[in-house]
Nanobody, 129 residues
């Protein structure tokens, strides 16, 4: 079973930046570039929402409107890691951030968490005003 580990969360002031990482763990030989990898976030009392994804083969990306122009998703296949560079952070970006993998790559619903099979345990991001 594929296990994912997120890292890079922390406490930052509004306007600051953080870079999150997502890498597999516990399943030797599992290459993330076979999967679409998505980043999602969940704030207290709110539903999990899609932030961004990058597809496995073409490397196509997409972003939620709320983060367009501020977040960049990328993958380093050699490091078997997917990143989420977050800049110009806002208080409303405060949430637990999760990465997940999906076997789909051509769906327009890849910002929907139901399309994803495996998840990490999340990393907390807190943005203060």
């Amino acid at each position: 079973q594929l296990q994912l580990v997120e890292s890079g969360g922390g406490f930052v002031q509004a306007g600051g930046s953080l870079k999150l990482s997502c890498a597999p763990s516990g399943f030797a030989g599992s290459a993330l570039d076979y999967y679409t990898v998505g980043w999602f976030r969940q704030a207290p009392g709110k539903q999990r929402e899609g932030v961004s994804y990058i597809t496995g083969r073409s490397g196509s990306t997409n972003y939620a409107d709320s983060v367009k122009g501020r977040f960049i998703i990328s993958r380093d296949n050699a490091a078997n890691t997917v990143y989420l560079q977050m800049s110009s952070l806002k208080v409303e970006d405060t949430a637990d951030y999760y990465c997940g993998t999906s076997a789909y790559s051509g769906s327009s619903y890849l910002l929907d968490s139901r399309m994803y099979d495996y998840w990490g345990r999340g990393t907390q991001v807190t943005v203060s005003s």
